[in-house]
């Protein structure tokens, strides 16, 4: 997986758009303006990159758009610029898992670095949330028995415990489990509990979230 150079840069002031722009061409990376955190909600589609956000903006504000890609569990970094920091404010930015906060007016440094640290996150993030959907769909070839003994290895259980409590004999639970670690691509228990716990799968099949471009701005 390559690593992207898109950095979407999302401030009401044209000025500062523009001048962010040219600092971020002339640096290697691939800047994508928009004048408000509506008009890039409404033209965003998960593209990998990063996304340098003022916070203090009219209609939808930086945070609120931090909370909407949340929503939508895109991996998008953000590095926010701001004019109008003040404590609290970083403090919920970070909390929610920005890069990094800056403030008005911006060091080239600091900015650059910070960018690059959103690029490699994103990088690492979408390779995780890759593997996340292999896991998954390796998941859905398994019949509803062979989910239920699933459910039951990764717990810990011996196959006489499975038969017990899936009410049929141990014979009968290891051609399941078999089929199991064959479809699951792994040789032994400990290999498919770590695979159940980067999905959350131990208990119900879990949900995979919808595509980005089917969920709406607030």
């Not at 044209?14 to 994508?32: D, F, H, I, K, M």
């Not at 408000?36 to 996304?51: D, I, K, N, V, W």
Request: charged share 25%.
């Amino acid at each position: 997986m390559i690593q992207s150079k898109q950095v979407f840069v999302v401030d009401d002031d044209a000025s500062v758009r523009t001048g962010l722009c040219r600092l971020l061409r002339s640096a290697g990376y691939e800047p994508e303006a928009f004048g408000s955190a509506r008009e890039f909600m409404e033209q965003y589609r998960g593209t990998p990159g990063c996304l340098l956000l003022d916070i203090s903006m009219p209609d939808v504000n930086g945070l609120e758009l931090q909370q909407w890609l949340a929503r939508l569990n895109s991996p998008l970094p953000i590095v926010f610029l701001t004019g109008h920091g003040d404590i609290p404010t970083s403090v919920q930015a970070m909390k929610r898992g920005a890069v990094d906060l800056l403030t008005k007016p911006v060091s080239e440094g600091d900015l650059l670095r910070a960018l690059e640290e959103g690029l490699r996150r994103d990088l690492a993030d979408r390779a995780t949330q890759l593997e996340r959907y292999a896991i998954l769909a390796r998941l859905a070839t398994l019949t509803p028995r062979e989910r239920e003994v699933f459910d039951h290895i990764v717990l810990g259980q011996l196959n006489k415990q499975v038969a017990a409590d899936l009410g049929t004999v141990e014979k009968t639970i290891k051609v399941h489990r078999g089929r199991v670690m064959e479809k699951m691509g792994v040789r032994s228990v400990a290999e498919l509990a770590r695979l159940a716990e980067r999905v959350g799968a131990a208990g119900p099949p879990p949900a995979i979230s919808p595509p980005i471009d089917r969920l709406s701005a607030p």
